[in-house]
Structures are given as C-alpha cells and as structure tokens.
C-alpha cells in the first residue's frame, strides 16, 4: 500500500482543508445562523461537510462500478477477480485517507470510545481491503453501502 500514499497522503489535507474551509463557507453563506450556534455546533457542521466530500467521491466508485458491471453484461462473479481497475483506485485509497482523518478527528475532538471504535474498524476495514491484490470491485460495494 505504500504506492498507495501518493493518493492517502494529498487527500488528507483535502479532507482537513475541506473542514477548514467548510467553517469559512458556512459563515460566509449563513452569518446569522452560523454565528449563533455554540462553537461545538460550528465544528461539527464544519466537519459535516467532509463528509459530504467523502459521499460524493463514494458516488465516483459506485458509478464505475455500475459501468464495469454493465460492460461485462450485469455479471458480478469471475471478471471482479481477474482484474485491477484503475477507475476504483482513486476510491479506494480515498476512502482510506477518509477514515484516517475520521480516526484523527474522533481522538482530537473526544468524541468518545464508540465513534473512535467506529472510525478504527472502518480504517482497518478499508485498509484492509484497499491492500488486497485485484481488490478494486470491492469498493463499488463498500461505496453503494456508504452511500
């Protein structure tokens, strides 16, 4: 997976720009409402917007997999195994890099014990499975779930 920092690495710092500049966003387009909230409630809808981030980038891989699927004529057995798919590795090493800022943000912020243990199994998940070799129709899957 070591190649695959070429790809976790840069979209970390999308992810924790992403959050940053979310905060300036939101209390740019709603200054009123914004500034009102509690400084917890800013941040959490500040990191709310990485999440937006993340699902449109799991809508990327589900759409590959729909056309993989359908060019191999709506079979989901034997071509999966056989081949790496370019299309899904941007996807799956961002997903990784997702949940390693998830992990990071959980401990940061003390969100507790359930969200750390959610964001732990979900990066060793997708860790885990962006290592397998000839892995990639995985993440169609995993992002059609996520969705």
Request: proline content about 2%.
């Amino acid at each position: 997976l070591i190649d695959g920092l070429d790809v976790i690495a840069p979209m970390m710092c999308v992810f924790f720009i992403s959050q940053y500049l979310g905060w300036y966003l939101l209390r740019f387009a709603f200054p009123a409402r914004f500034l009102s909230m509690s400084t917890k409630e800013q941040r959490d809808l500040s990191i709310r917007i990485v999440a937006v981030v993340n699902g449109l980038i799991c809508i990327k891989s589900a759409m590959a997999f729909f056309n993989i699927t359908i060019e191999h004529g709506f079979t989901l057995h034997n071509f999966h195994f056989q081949i790496e798919d370019d299309k899904y590795r941007f996807s799956r090493l961002s997903i990784v890099a997702y949940f390693a800022w998830d992990l990071i943000v959980c401990v940061y912020y003390r969100w507790g014990a359930l969200w750390v243990a959610h964001a732990l199994a979900s990066l060793i998940g997708v860790f885990g499975m962006a290592s397998i070799p000839l892995s990639d129709h995985l993440g169609g899957y995993l992002s059609l779930i996520h969705i």
